[in-house]
Every structure is written in structure tokens, then in C-alpha cells.
């Protein structure tokens, strides 16, 4: 950390952790989408605590906070996930990036960065096509809804 990060450390926020109850919802329907009542309810079935700690602690703490605009938190996530070959939430965060109003060309761009840390081809080759399956998916869903030409907001906070 001391050898990538700076000695003095700038902007801290202090935030109440009220902020964080009212960000998490808003991060993890931005993140999920139409999904989001699903994950809440396979969380829950495994301890009603978790659901709660995973918005409050992950998307209202971690990934809703300042700084980074979550479209390119999302798409570390992604790379994060790709390279510990979680295929399902690689699949969540990817389109989670996307709904966060990340392009595809900034996916791509992480995705070939993070190549050297894929195991192997075998896993190199299910992640872009985990990627492609998502972009595809999404261009189909994009063009028959009628929202699609609604603009995205650039970050949730």
C-alpha cells in the first residue's frame, strides 16, 4: 500500500453512517437492476443479517462512497471477479458497470489489463466470453426497451 499509495492521504470523507442506509438501496438497484429483488432474497435465505450488511456495508459504504464514480468501481469489481473466476458475479458486475453508465470500450480496456493475471487461456477465453455474452445481451435488451433513450445519471451519491 505504501509503496502504490501516497504518504499523506487526501480527501477523507466522514460520513454518518445514515448516509450509508440511504445510499446502499439506491447503489444496489443501480447494480442490479431488475435483479436486485432476487439477490436480496437468495442473501436473506442465508441469514436475514447478511441482505442488511450487504447493502448497508457493500453498496452504501464501500461502493456508493465519494470519489470514484461507481461505473469505474463496477468495473474493478468486474476485473476483480474475472481474475478470482467468479462466473456469476463477474456476469452481475459487468452489466452492473454498464448500468452505471461504463462503456464497453472502458470494459474492454480493463479486461485486456487484467489478462496477464488469468490463470490460464482456458479461464482468459471464458471471461471475454462472459463479456461478450453480457454486451450482447444488453445491446438486445437496450434496443426493445422503451427507456433506452433515456440517459443514464453519471453516478448514484
Given at each position: 500500500?505504501?509503496?502504490?499509495?501516497?504518504?499523506?492521504?487526501?480527501?477523507?470523507?466522514?460520513?454518518?453512517?445514515?448516509?450509508?442506509?440511504v445510499?446502499?438501496p439506491?447503489?444496489?438497484?443501480?447494480?442490479?437492476?431488475?435483479?436486485?429483488?432476487?439477490?436480496?432474497?437468495?442473501?436473506?435465505?442465508?441469514?436475514?443479517?447478511m441482505?442488511?450488511?450487504?447493502?448497508?456495508?457493500?453498496?452504501?459504504?464501500?461502493?456508493?462512497?465519494?470519489?470514484?464514480?461507481?461505473?469505474?468501481?463496477?468495473i474493478?469489481?468486474?476485473?476483480?471477479?474475472?481474475?478470482?473466476?467468479?462466473?456469476?458475479?463477474?456476469?452481475?458486475?459487468?452489466?452492473?458497470?454498464?448500468?452505471?453508465?461504463?462503456?464497453?470500450?472502458?470494459v474492454d480496456?480493463?479486461?485486456?489489463?487484467?489478462?496477464?493475471?488469468?490463470?490460464?487461456?482456458?479461464?482468459?477465453?471464458?471471461?471475454?466470453?462472459?463479456w461478450q455474452?453480457?454486451?450482447?445481451?444488453?445491446n438486445r435488451?437496450?434496443?426493445?426497451?422503451?427507456?433506452?433513450?433515456?440517459?443514464?445519471?453519471?453516478?448514484?451519491?
Amino acid at each position: 500500500w505504501r509503496q502504490v499509495g501516497s504518504a499523506q492521504v487526501e480527501g477523507v470523507v466522514n460520513e454518518r453512517p445514515g448516509s450509508w442506509e440511504v445510499r446502499g438501496p439506491r447503489v444496489l438497484a443501480r447494480v442490479y437492476g431488475a435483479q436486485e429483488a432476487g439477490l436480496r432474497r437468495n442473501i436473506a435465505a442465508l441469514h436475514p443479517d447478511m441482505a442488511r450488511w450487504m447493502v448497508l456495508e457493500g453498496y452504501g459504504k464501500v461502493l456508493g462512497r465519494p470519489g470514484l464514480p461507481l461505473r469505474e468501481r463496477e468495473i474493478l469489481v468486474a476485473v476483480l471477479l474475472a481474475v478470482q473466476d467468479a462466473p456469476r458475479q463477474l456476469h452481475s458486475h459487468l452489466r452492473g458497470a454498464l448500468r452505471a453508465g461504463a462503456s464497453p470500450h472502458a470494459v474492454d480496456e480493463a479486461l485486456a489489463e487484467a489478462a496477464p493475471w488469468l490463470r490460464d487461456p482456458e479461464l482468459r477465453h471464458r471471461v471475454v466470453g462472459r463479456w461478450q455474452e453480457v454486451w450482447e445481451r444488453w445491446n438486445r435488451e437496450e434496443s426493445s426497451s422503451p427507456d433506452s433513450n433515456e440517459p443514464e445519471a453519471d453516478d448514484v451519491h
